[in-house]
């Protein structure tokens, strides 16, 4: 069973920037694609960005060249880095290890929450 432990969730202020992690266990990160979702209140899960095994990325429209998903293999880590962030970015934000897979796997959710 893979574990995933996510972080850098908060409260900021429209135009700020947070950093989110997603730390997996196991041997075989590296193999897999993630990505990062999100759930605001009232609305249905969105897929926000995600990566293949090869670093090939892909973004939703609403965050194209605000946001950027990278990983650290070594670390079995994936990020998504929010610039410009702005009020309708407020979401719980989940990530997703084995985007695609039969055997996906979703974090806790961490909650990001931006101010107008």
């Known amino acids: 069973q893979v574990q995933l432990v996510e972080s850098g969730g908060g409260l900021v202020q429209a135009g700020g920037s947070l950093r989110l992690s997603c730390a997996a266990s196991?041997?075989?990160?590296?193999?897999?694609?993630m990505g990062w979702f999100r759930r605001a209140p009232g609305k249905q899960r969105e897929l926000v960005a995600a990566i293949t095994s090869g670093g090939i990325t892909n973004y939703a429209d609403s965050v194209k060249g605000r946001f950027t998903i990278s990983r650290d293999n070594a670390k079995n880590t994936v990020y998504l880095q929010m610039n410009s962030l702005k009020p309708e970015d407020t979401a719980v934000y989940y990530c997703?290890?084995?985007?695609?897979?039969?055997?996906?796997?979703w974090g806790q959710g961490t909650q990001v929450t931006v101010s107008s």
């Open positions: 997703l290890y084995g985007l695609g897979s039969n055997r996906p796997h």
């Open positions: 196991g041997s075989h990160f590296s193999i897999n694609a």
